[in-house]
């Protein structure tokens, strides 16, 4: 009834920047509250990277401040994270967070399948 589906990962250089979409969908979805970018390195616990509330309130995790962007257009239930200046330590499986509120008024938490990020040398 609700899906997130990622897109935009790939193998990229060090240096070099990539931008993941992440887009909601579904019949049972009536707001998104805060949606998140999260990512899972090898042998590794997930972390949250950085995170946006619906008015545009946006926090990072300390590694990628300076870095790394998120933003969301609320008129196409996506959020978006830009990446720049990439590191071979951010390769990681990076995963889409939405709190969604269905027409039952309940709020949700959803993941995305995840979208595989690789920064080489």
């Known amino acids: 009834q609700v899906q997130l589906v990622e897109s935009g990962g790939g193998l990229v250089q060090a240096g070099g920047s990539l931008r993941l979409s992440c887009a909601a969908s579904?019949?049972?979805?009536?707001?998104?509250?805060?949606m998140a970018w999260h990512r899972q390195a090898p042998g590794k616990q997930r972390v949250l990277v950085a995170t946006?509330?619906?008015?545009?309130?946006?926090s990072y995790e300390d590694s990628v401040k300076g870095r790394f962007t998120i933003s969301r257009d609320n008129t196409k239930n996506t959020v978006y994270l830009q990446m720049n200046s990439l590191k071979p330590e951010d390769t990681a499986v990076y995963f889409c967070?939405?709190?969604?509120?269905?027409?039952?008024?309940?709020?949700?938490?959803?993941w995305g399948q995840g979208t595989q990020v690789t920064v080489s040398l």
């Open positions: 579904g019949s049972a979805i009536y707001s998104i509250n805060n």
């Open positions: 967070n939405a709190k969604i509120v269905g027409r039952d008024a309940v709020q949700r938490n959803y």
């Open positions: 946006i509330g619906r008015g545009g309130d946006a």
